[in-house]
């Protein structure tokens, strides 16, 4: 049975981590980003929800009386 030649090995995992690392970084260095951002202040706004304004109550079937 012939033994399997592990030699290359080495320099085959090298390269193609140097070429995988050399393209990701190609395909970064492609993306734009803003150079500043702007910060937005967001004001809190209360909104009137139509059920807040009105007075509702929930009655629970074991709360009411037997009739």
């Known amino acids: 049975m012939p033994q399997l030649d592990t030699s290359t090995w080495f320099i085959t995992i090298m390269s193609s981590t140097i070429t995988l690392f050399v393209l ?36 629970s079937p074991l709360s009411l009386l037997p009739q």
Request: charged share 20%; net charge positive; no cysteine.
């Open 24 to 59: 990701m970084q190609l395909k970064i260095s492609m993306l734009t980003f803003p150079l500043s951002p702007s910060i937005k202040y967001t004001e809190l706004m209360k909104t009137d929800n139509p059920w807040e304004s009105k007075w509702t109550k929930i009655y």
